[in-house]
């Protein structure tokens, strides 16, 4: 569906140019629209996809990330990017962004914010050598530091954390995790799963603390070592914290948007309470059509696709964004697909496979239909998976041990 150029809003703003604003930009251009588009990024080089970071790139494979398009693109389709650029504020009323003491006009403008890595407020977390992992520049500084021998202390047991520690054994350093939940991954994969996962770090001698917290860090300028509540220090060259990310809202609350779920709250469509502000990506908190609650999700697949997903609706569609999250991971000889969106705590968990061999399908049922399938180290069937996560039709545990 392309909007002609009559019905077209004369100026699209959008702030964030990382992965969803820049597949938004693109998208704008490939359907059609022919008035001025502007991009406002903080980050200084060209928009690129994350996942790199905490594999390849750390890894040493490569060092650089995905490239959302090359320079070219963005010159030869006319969207203006403003690079290490700021934006401060969005005065609503007068339909303006400012930013860098400079004013960018909207018809509509869509928020693509993002997210920034969670900090933790304690003893010593002001001391060099503490690091986090979000940007390029980031994952390339950790990799300095994944040197043979030295000792890194990695702050969580979400997947960033367990990805950075498979780079770190594979560059030879000495690695403990730190994660105060009874497993890593505890959230997304439940107990059963998430032992699997620490079974496969322990398994490459990373030195698991787990179900208990940090309370400090201390050293003489530079980190030194990291303060475990009933526990001796553990001494550290460097240590990684990766306790989450905290999405990029404050403009939208400012703003007086509506919020929700920690995000910005966003309808079927993407659409703000502001009919003239969307947003997408891991600031969104979307009212899904195929979920009773809102969800927000902070991965790869849903800030491409809802990107590209939401041209069609700036440019006055009201069409429904109704994909299921999805999102890879790669930890030493592991590969796992995730789609869906599950609460391990509360959906039935089923296995088709071997936990022990690392070879399984997960599956994790809600009222007789498949919330969410996770593959490790089995390929053949991603469009069954697909299938059974999309339909939400009944299945029995006989099918899908069986598949």
């Not at 070592?225 to 240590?239: E, F, R």
């Not at 306790?243 to 469509?269: H, M, R, S, Y």
Request: glycine residues 10%; negative net charge; charged residues 25%.
């Amino acid at each position: 569906m392309t909007q002609s150029p009559t019905s077209q809003p004369s100026r699209i703003v959008i702030i964030g140019a990382a992965l969803a604003g820049a597949s938004a930009a693109i998208a704008l251009r490939d359907q059609g629209y022919q008035g001025e588009l502007t991009v406002i990024g903080e980050e200084g080089e060209l928009p690129y996809e994350r996942p790199p970071l905490s594999k390849a790139v750390l890894i040493g494979e490569r060092d650089e990330p995905d490239w959302v398009a090359e320079e070219a693109t963005y010159e030869d389709k006319g969207i203006s990017l403003k690079f290490g650029t700021t934006a401060t504020r969005i005065d609503r009323s007068r339909k303006v962004v400012v930013a860098s003491r400079t004013e960018y006009p909207y018809d509509k403008l869509l928020i693509a914010t993002g997210a920034g890595s969670r900090r933790l407020d304690l003893p010593g977390a002001d001391l060099d050598g503490l690091l986090t992992l979000r940007t390029l520049e980031e994952s390339l500084a950790l990799r300095e530091r994944f040197t043979e021998g030295a000792r890194i202390v990695i702050v969580g047991g979400g997947w960033i954390g367990c990805e950075a520690a498979a780079a770190a054994r594979q560059h030879g350093a000495n690695v403990t995790m730190i994660e105060p939940r009874s497993q890593p991954l505890l959230q997304v994969c439940g107990e059963q799963i998430g032992a699997t996962f620490a079974a496969l770090h322990r398994d490459h001698g990373v030195d698991l603390r787990l179900g208990i917290g940090v309370t400090g860090f201390a050293g003489d300028g530079a980190v030194s070592s990291v303060h475990i509540k009933g526990y001796a220090s553990v001494p550290a060259d460097m240590v990684l914290i990766a306790v989450g990310a905290a999405p990029n809202i404050a403009l939208a609350d400012v703003a007086g948007l509506q919020l929700a779920n920690g995000g910005i709250a966003v309808d079927a469509t993407l659409r703000s309470s502001d009919r003239d502000i969307y947003a997408v990506g891991d600031v969104a908190a979307h009212d899904h059509p195929k979920y009773p609650h809102r969800i927000r999700v902070e991965h790869w697949a849903n800030a491409k696709d809802q990107g590209a997903h939401v041209a069609l609706n700036l440019l006055g569609a009201e069409e429904p964004y109704l994909l299921r999250p999805f999102f890879f991971s790669d930890q030493y000889d592991l590969g796992c697909e995730y789609r869906g969106f599950a609460d391990p705590t509360k959906d039935r968990l089923v296995v088709r496979g071997d936990l022990k061999s690392r070879e399984f399908t997960a599956f994790w049922v809600r009222a007789g239909a498949v919330a969410a399938a996770m593959n490790v180290n089995q390929w053949d069937d991603a469009d069954t998976l697909q299938e059974l996560v999309d339909s939400g039709r009944q299945v029995s545990d006989k099918e899908l041990v069986s598949l």
